[in-house]
């Protein structure tokens, strides 16, 4: 499966932006489907994964409820909601594709090319 990410910009500390990942080239609906993002100077982390069906979800700690993924398999697309940005928010996320249930990346068999989200004060 290919992945295009999408949907990064630049916003205001407090503001929200939506991601989108399209998939193409796979059955997009027997992945599980997960976003990281990586800061400069760090390692890459995870922010969210969600299961086939999209009734299962996972959230890294930290994000303490602002982030909202989900997915919609007639669109082969899965989405990150990010709400109340703030600028340790700042990252390049990537969306990926797996085959296991794991917040793990080396576990994901198929990456995007990552979206920049620059988050200001």
């Known amino acids: 499966v290919q992945l295009q990410a999408s949907g990064g910009g630049m916003v205001q500390a407090g503001g929200s932006l939506r991601l989108s990942c399209a998939a193409s080239?796979?059955?997009?609906?027997?992945?599980?489907m997960g976003w990281f993002r990586q800061a400069p100077g760090k390692e890459r982390e995870f922010v969210a994964l969600?299961?086939?069906?999209?009734?299962?979800?996972d959230y890294a700690d930290t994000l303490q409820g602002r982030f909202t993924i989900s997915r919609d398999n007639a669109k082969n697309t899965v989405y990150l909601q990010m709400n109340s940005l703030m600028p340790d928010d700042t990252a390049v996320y990537y969306c990926?594709?797996?085959?296991?249930?794991?917040?793990?990346?080396?576990?994901?068999?198929?990456w995007g090319q990552g979206t920049q989200v620059t988050v200001s004060s």
């Open positions: 969600i299961t086939w069906s999209g009734s299962g979800k």
């Open positions: 990926a594709a797996a085959t296991t249930y794991s917040r793990r990346a080396e576990l994901y068999d198929a």
């Open positions: 080239g796979g059955t997009f609906s027997l992945y599980f």
